[in-house]
């Protein structure tokens, strides 16, 4: 994976010492595109997450770890 922002920043020292521009504005275009596609992604993503009101998914977390917690004590009975 690729971290756009330090593909951008190279990209932006190189093309200083380049003479086709046309080339780095297309790969500045690109940068751009793909970082706002990722940005809208990650708000979606986000505000799946956090539609949950904090206190349901805490009360919600707190039960996975008491689910957890029982079965770790069944578990190793069932092994023997």
Do not use: C
């Amino acid at each position: 994976m690729v971290d756009l922002a330090l593909l951008l920043k190279r990209v932006l020292k190189i093309s200083n010492e380049t003479k086709n521009h046309h080339e780095r504005e297309a790969l500045l275009a690109l940068i751009d595109k793909r970082r706002a596609e990722l940005q809208t992604e990650a708000r979606f993503l986000g505000e799946r997450i956090y539609a949950e009101k904090p206190t349901a998914f805490a009360d919600r977390i707190h039960q996975y770890w008491q689910s957890w917690q029982e079965e770790q004590k069944i578990e190793p009975l069932a092994a023997h």
